[in-house]
């Protein structure tokens, strides 16, 4: 597989996993939806720039994006968890969780 192949078919997977339409993926990316859906109708190799918005609208790191692999040795489970749940979050609910655990952080 090559690599626009591989990152068309791995944003798609990212989309799928939180039932996410381009549209959304556009919304949480701050990508036009018209630029995603040219990627796919004429099979281009998005920029790093885009990839980079891409991971950070979905939640994950550059790394997470091409890691083969949903195995992070150096995190304990809980972290595991908590980053699997936090690439389902909106931008909007990852600021919200944010201000929350900066809050109880300061409370003790």
Known sequence: MDITS???????????????????LAMESGIPQSTISTWYK??????????NKICHGCGITMAQFFSTSENFPDLTDD??????????????????????????????
Not at 42 to 51: C, H, V
């Open 79 to 108: 972290q595991k968890s908590l980053l699997s749940q936090w690439g389902n979050l909106s931008g909007n609910e990852r600021e919200k969780v944010l201000t929350f655990m900066t809050w109880l952080i300061e409370k003790t």
């Open 42 to 51: 004429k099979n281009l190799q998005p920029t790093i720039a885009s990839l």
């Open 6 to 24: 591989y990152t068309l078919d791995r944003i798609y997977q990212l989309r799928s996993e939180r039932n996410w339409t381009e549209y959304k």
